[in-house]
């Protein structure tokens, strides 16, 4: 893990020993199997939006399993893959929420820069194999993330999509931070809640009631490819 603002705050996960057998379990696998995302873009959600700038957090399960899908961030693909269903509904929830046109692309890059932490549960999985990195001690690190979030002082807005993502809810101080629930937007559940649920401006509502910058949703309608390293 690349130091950035987020080292002192989980540091000290780093030494404990699910850490190391988790990290032994990771390097097995990718020895054997294709793994994603790429090594290097594991830890890209927390390199793309810096702790002190943290001000919404998206909870996400896993990663894509598919070949170059996956790039570090929840919910978002690289730019020339195909849109994921579940993205082309929080697609059209945007467009419905706060009018603005989906892109071509499925790459979050943009939120990330402003705040928006997009953090799966799990941060790795074994190609064409969902879950498969499931309880190896992923969600140890990940809860300690949302615990550090929780612990700003600020007020974050805290999204959380789908029954996986809503046990989570326990970890936050709904006294101080906002929580905005939803069924997940994946084509088995969108019509059940999540569209209509305007988690967009009920987001940017919350900040600017702190007195916190709202976030620009509208993505750029192009992308250039990502480099092969997270800077």
């Given at each position: 893990m690349t130091t950035?603002?987020?080292?002192?705050?989980l540091r000290s996960e780093l030494?404990?020993?699910?850490?190391?057998?988790l990290q032994r379990f990771v390097f097995d696998?990718?020895?054997?199997?294709?793994?994603?995302?790429?090594?290097?873009?594991?830890f890209?959600?927390?390199?793309?939006?810096?702790?002190?700038?943290v001000k919404v957090?998206?909870?996400?399960?896993d990663p894509y399993h598919g070949p170059d899908q996956a790039h570090g961030l929840c919910f978002s693909v690289r730019p020339g893959v195909r849109i994921p269903p579940s993205l082309v509904n929080i697609y059209a929830?945007?467009?419905?929420?706060?009018?603005?046109?989906?892109p071509s692309h499925g790459c979050l890059e943009s939120w990330a820069r402003q705040g928006v932490l997009l953090l799966n549960a799990v941060l790795t999985v074994r190609a064409h194999a969902a879950a498969s990195?499931?309880?190896?001690?992923?969600?140890?690190?990940?809860?300690?993330?949302?615990?550090?979030?929780?612990?700003?002082?600020?007020?974050?807005?805290?999204?959380?999509?789908g029954s996986y993502a809503r046990k989570k809810k326990p970890l936050i101080d709904t006294s101080r931070?906002?929580?905005?629930?939803?069924?997940?937007?994946?084509?088995?559940?969108?019509?059940?809640?999540?569209?209509?649920?305007?988690?967009?401006?009920?987001?940017?509502?919350?900040?600017?009631?702190?007195?916190?910058e709202p976030v620009d949703w509208q993505l750029p309608a192009e992308v250039d490819p990502p480099d092969a390293t997270v800077p």
């Amino acid at each position: 893990m690349t130091t950035t603002d987020w080292n002192p705050v989980l540091r000290s996960e780093l030494d404990q020993p699910y850490w190391r057998d988790l990290q032994r379990f990771v390097f097995d696998e990718r020895s054997t199997h294709a793994v994603y995302p790429p090594h290097e873009e594991v830890f890209a959600a927390l390199h793309l939006t810096p702790y002190e700038d943290v001000k919404v957090l998206i909870l996400g399960q896993d990663p894509y399993h598919g070949p170059d899908q996956a790039h570090g961030l929840c919910f978002s693909v690289r730019p020339g893959v195909r849109i994921p269903p579940s993205l082309v509904n929080i697609y059209a929830e945007l467009q419905s929420d706060l009018g603005l046109s989906p892109p071509s692309h499925g790459c979050l890059e943009s939120w990330a820069r402003q705040g928006v932490l997009l953090l799966n549960a799990v941060l790795t999985v074994r190609a064409h194999a969902a879950a498969s990195h499931q309880g190896k001690g992923w969600e140890h690190f990940t809860d300690q993330v949302i615990r550090a979030v929780d612990a700003k002082i600020d007020r974050v807005v805290f999204i959380l999509w789908g029954s996986y993502a809503r046990k989570k809810k326990p970890l936050i101080d709904t006294s101080r931070h906002v929580v905005i629930e939803s069924p997940h937007p994946s084509p088995l559940s969108a019509s059940r809640g999540f569209f209509g649920s305007r988690p967009f401006s009920r987001a940017n509502a919350a900040l600017v009631e702190a007195g916190r910058e709202p976030v620009d949703w509208q993505l750029p309608a192009e992308v250039d490819p990502p480099d092969a390293t997270v800077p």
